[in-house]
């Protein structure tokens, strides 16, 4: 069985725990062992990044950008193994695995354009031979803690955006998904980081979040809000620079005027595929009533024909839950809606040829706005359907949740959706596109309980990787 090491100054080290990586579409398949630090060695990786900061953030920018790009070749020339290695671990389709191995590789190409694209400004002087310049420095050590539903991608634009900037990293990713994560850092460190650059902590979040926030500079995070908010406490303490990415629980409106097959097309892409696993995915489908009951019969339909199965056959369309925790926590959601009044489609446990957490999506219909089930994030492959009665109501209802990340509408009406773009409070939003599905040259986050801090991605990644330096000169 292989043995994954972390990384700290450089060198692959022992943990103090280790952790099995299981296959979700087949338990009998493991990926491998991966080891897990102790505080005191998140500690070292920290040290190891305060002592390799000072040369790495003079480096040139045309240095950090051939390194990334060297990574993102590597990412990209592996596309298919590393893509079958996230499946695997993650319980993704291949299309999708790979899909995601290829975003990671943009990704690293954009931020080894944005080394050489950072610039800074010159104002004109309000004091006589006084020079105004403001620059942007890197903020230093920064510590990236990822969830396990995109195990390449996330730490790849966190950690590709750290580094192009002139920062230290510190990485935990997911102790469900390490594999991905490993493989991110081996390529990073053999594309010519020096020691220290990069370090790799993995295992609990319990055991290793806590040191790692106390003793960076800056935290860039994905996963759930209780967790953010557990590390927004925390850094306040120490006045430690926070980037939050968070839950969500995104509405897309169906209008009456809807094309019916691009509204089916989003609402099943959006709510189900990636087996409902993305903090984008459309977990209240908000649908007038003119369309509703067609709507909702198409949905149906689409649901019936869809493959589930093992993540690694070419013919799924949607693989398994990640573990059995999440899979129990779905159910769990499916049997609330019930409880509730919701008419269910699906949303049962499923057996295949290998021993995996299959269900079937659930298609809750005929729920309200204040049930739990559309209050609550499910981060599962349940969606549930809302009855409205016009625009104003779909927009209002929409609006009716603490978390704000993305929300889409289906309709052909450029006036309803030019509204819904102004008026959404979410911070994406697409019209009749699904609300999960982005671009990698552009900011991304939410508002409300989605999101704490500046965006990621795109030339706007500057803002929390980089601050901000106001300096006057007099000759
Ligand atoms: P999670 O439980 O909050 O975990 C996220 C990461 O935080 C994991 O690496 C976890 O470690 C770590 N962690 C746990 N306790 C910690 C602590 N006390 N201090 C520091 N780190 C700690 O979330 P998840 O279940 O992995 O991911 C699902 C959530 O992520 C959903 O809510 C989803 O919507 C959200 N998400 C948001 C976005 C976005 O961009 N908005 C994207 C993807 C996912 P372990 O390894 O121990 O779990």
Request: net charge neutral; charged share 20%.
């Amino acid at each position: 069985m292989p043995l994954f090491k972390n990384l700290i100054a450089g060198e692959w080290v022992e943990g103090v725990t280790t952790t099995r990586n299981i296959n979700p579409s087949n338990t009998d398949d493991v990926v491998g062992e991966f080891v897990g630090a102790s505080a005191a060695q998140v500690v070292q990786a920290i040290a190891a990044a305060r002592a390799a900061f000072p040369a790495w953030s003079r480096t040139t920018a045309q240095v950090r950008a051939d390194i990334l790009l060297k990574a993102a070749d590597e990412l990209f020339a592996r596309r298919a193994e590393l893509g079958e290695l996230l499946s695997r671990e993650e319980g993704k389709t291949l299309p999708e695995g790979t899909g995601e191995v290829i975003r990671a590789s943009q990704v690293m190409r954009f931020f080894a354009g944005e080394t050489i694209r950072l610039r800074g400004e010159i104002f004109p002087p309000v004091r006589p031979n006084v020079t105004v310049e403001v620059t942007r420095e890197p903020v230093g050590i920064v510590g990236v803690i990822t969830p396990w539903n995109f195990p390449i991608a996330i730490p790849a634009w966190k950690i590709g955006a750290a580094l192009a900037f002139g920062n230290c990293v510190v990485f935990k990713p997911a102790d469900l998904t390490p594999a991905c994560g490993w493989a991110l850092v081996d390529i990073l460190a053999r594309a010519g980081l020096p020691a220290g650059v990069l370090n790799l902590v993995m295992g609990r979040g319990s055991v290793v979040g806590d040191p790692l926030v106390d003793g960076v500079d800056a935290v860039s995070f994905t996963g759930s809000v209780p967790t953010g908010r557990h590390i927004a406490t925390r850094a306040i303490g120490t006045m430690t620079k926070i980037q939050l990415e968070m839950g969500g629980k995104n509405a897309l409106v169906v209008l009456d005027d809807a094309d019916l097959d691009v509204a089916v097309e989003c609402a099943v892409n959006g709510s189900f595929y990636s087996t409902g696993q993305r903090c984008t995915a459309s977990s209240r489908l908000i649908v007038t009533e003119g369309i509703h009951d067609r709507f909702v019969a198409a949905v149906k339909d689409r649901l019936a024909k869809l493959v589930i199965g093992n993540a690694l056959n070419a013919d799924t369309q949607i693989g398994p839950v990640v573990d059995l925790k999440q899979l129990e926590s779905n159910l769990r959601y499916v049997e609330i809606g019930k409880r509730d009044g919701a008419v269910c489609t699906g949303g049962e446990r499923l057996t295949r040829a290998s021993p995996g957490f299959y269900m079937a999506p659930a298609l809750l219909a005929e729920t309200t706005s204040t049930m739990q089930v559309n209050r609550e994030e499910v981060f599962g492959p349940v969606a549930a359907v809302i009855r409205v009665r016009n625009y104003d109501d779909a927009l209002a209802t929409a609006n009716d949740t603490i978390f704000g990340l993305s929300s889409g509408i289906c309709t052909t009406s450029l006036k309803y959706a030019r509204d819904f773009q102004r008026n959404s409070e979410a911070g994406l939003v697409m019209v009749n596109l699904p609300t999960a599905g982005l671009d990698y040259h552009v900011p991304f986050g939410g508002r409300k309980a989605s999101s704490y801090g500046p965006r990621e991605q795109g030339s706007y990644a500057a803002e929390f990787f980089t601050v901000v330096k106001t300096c006057y000169v007099h000759p």
